[in-house]
């Protein structure tokens, strides 16, 4: 499979990944929370809204416009973080571990 193909079917599994836990918010943030410049918007977002609102919208206009996808990505590692202690989240965080290596992949 191509590795942009790859990448954006792995978004759209992450997406309803997303919805079946009841992680993905109808509502977006306000645009200030979006304008963060820390890393993961960890300063005004929860981890699942920067996944929301923030890479999967990224990940989705690069790909669109056939843009080079980022060398280095590692958002599992930011999950086990943020999920520590939460039963149930192993399939997301393999999920996102899983697009960490297909966007590395598909970068080069």
């Known amino acids: 499979m191509n590795p942009r193909i790859r990448v954006a079917a792995l978004l759209i599994d992450l997406e309803a990944d997303l919805?079946?836990?009841l992680l993905w918010d109808?509502?977006?943030?306000?645009?200030e929370?979006?304008?963060?410049?820390?890393p993961f918007c960890i300063d005004t977002l929860i981890?699942?809204?920067?996944?929301q609102f923030v890479f999967l919208p990224r990940m989705q206009a690069?790909?669109?416009a056939g843009q080079p996808l980022p060398p280095q990505c590692?958002?599992?590692?930011?999950?086990?973080?943020?999920?520590?202690?939460?039963?149930?989240?192993?399939?997301?965080?393999?999920?996102?571990r899983e697009i960490d290596l297909a966007v590395v992949a598909a970068s080069s």
């Open 19 to 21: 919805r079946n836990r």
């Open 47 to 51: 981890f699942p809204q920067w996944l």
């Open 74 to 96: 590692a958002i599992a590692e930011m999950a086990e973080v943020h999920f520590a202690g939460v039963a149930d989240v192993r399939a997301l965080i393999e999920l996102l």
């Open 33 to 38: 929370a979006l304008a963060s410049t820390q």
């Open 62 to 64: 690069l790909l669109d």
């Open 26 to 31: 109808a509502v977006a943030p306000a645009p």
